[in-house]
């Protein structure tokens, strides 16, 4: 099987396309042969070794995939061969072909496509676990999402949407306010005109907003501990930007806000069930036709390179997808 192989720490440069033999499948595991790998901001740092895990040289990148059950091991009875499935896997999602714990796989809708598929675990996933269950975002709240056309954050818009919020696109140009605006958002904070305490400010008639999507950190995170409503909670998703802020207590007292951690895979992995319930609602939203991944690029496996630096140079919105057949 062909792999984009992190053989060394460095960027996405750093990567070499290898044959390799496949993997042997294990109790309770099964093969799945990839047709498209989703391209996210942790596997850009996995591969410097900045991400929370670190797993072994020789490894691929790549948190998740759509393809089809090609063999299955001992003591797997809830998929068979030919399945239709997304894998959850934390790397290795970038190759032909991958061996996955049953518990790590989900059934594709019959409507998805595979790059829909590879599209949608860690960005949908992480979202509606920090709007439900670490925002608790209410109907008729006001939601500012961060970096909005990006991959977590226009899912964020599309979830804040569909669950009744007022949503707040904080973006850097006019176009990706209107991709924005097809996902659900009906205001906006462009940061190349706007001072985004300001903005916000002006739109919510000077409340501010009820909870904050942030994964940019930054500037970004120290204007919105400015523009945070009474009670509001700031949801740390990540820090796209390069700097890891710190708040100043004071501005959390004189708000009585939250400033609230999301760590998706963690939670996952301690609360599965949880996590299966969440995708069980939002696949319905996806089957009604309330939810649909906006992917703005595809690349071919030997082009994975390209496809991370698309992602870190912000030219892309929504997702990046790697297609291997």
């Known amino acids: 099987?062909?792999?984009?192989?992190?053989?060394?720490?460095g960027g996405p440069e750093s990567l070499v396309l290898k044959e390799l033999p496949s993997a042997p499948v294990g109790k309770g595991q099964v093969r799945v042969e990839v047709h498209a790998a989703g391209v996210n901001f942790p596997d850009t740092l996995i591969?410097?070794?900045?991400?929370?895990?670190?797993?072994?040289?020789p490894f691929a990148p790549g948190h998740e995939v759509g393809g089809v059950v090609a063999e299955i091991g001992e003591g797997v009875s809830a998929y068979k061969k030919g399945d239709r499935v997304i894998g959850m896997i934390g790397h290795g999602g970038y190759a032909d072909e991958v061996?996955?714990?049953?518990?790590?796989?989900?059934?594709?809708?019959?409507?998805?496509?595979?790059?829909?598929?590879a599209a949608f675990t860690m960005t949908y996933g992480t979202s509606y676990y920090a709007l439900k269950q670490r925002g608790d975002l209410k109907p008729g709240e006001t939601l500012l999402v961060l970096g909005a056309a990006g991959g977590v954050g226009l899912t964020a818009v599309e979830l804040g949407a569909v669950m009744g919020a007022n949503v707040i696109a904080a973006v850097g140009s006019d176009?990706?306010?209107?991709?924005?605006?097809?996902h659900g958002a009906t205001m906006f904070v462009n940061y190349a005109k706007d001072k985004l305490r300001d903005k916000v400010k002006e739109l919510t008639g000077g409340n501010g907003a009820d909870v904050i999507y942030d994964p940019v950190g930054g500037d970004a995170f120290d204007e919105s501990v400015r523009c945070i409503a009474w009670y509001g909670r700031l949801l740390v998703i990540g820090f796209a930007s390069g700097?890891?802020?710190a708040l100043p207590a004071n501005l959390a007292l004189l708000k009585s806000c939250d400033v609230r951690?999301?760590?998706?895979?963690a939670w996952r992995g301690r609360e599965p069930a949880e996590a299966r319930k969440n995708f069980d609602e939002m696949f319905a939203w996806f089957r009604e036709g309330k939810l649909k991944p906006h992917i703005s690029m595809r690349f071919p496996l030997e082009k994975a390179p390209e496809a991370m630096n698309a992602l870190l140079s912000r030219k892309a919105t929504g997702k990046v997808v790697i297609t291997t057949r």
Not at 49 to 57: G, H, L, T, V
Not at 99 to 117: H, R
Not at 261 to 265: A, E, L, N, P, R
């Open 243 to 245: 700097r890891i802020p």
């Open 47 to 57: 591969i410097a070794d900045k991400y929370q895990f670190k797993p072994p040289r």
């Open 261 to 265: 951690g999301v760590f998706y895979g």
């Open 1 to 9: 099987m062909r792999a984009m192989i992190s053989e060394k720490v």
């Open 175 to 182: 176009e990706k306010m209107e991709i924005c605006r097809k």
């Open 99 to 117: 061996v996955v714990d049953q518990g790590n796989l989900l059934p594709m809708p019959d409507n998805m496509s595979f790059e829909e598929g």
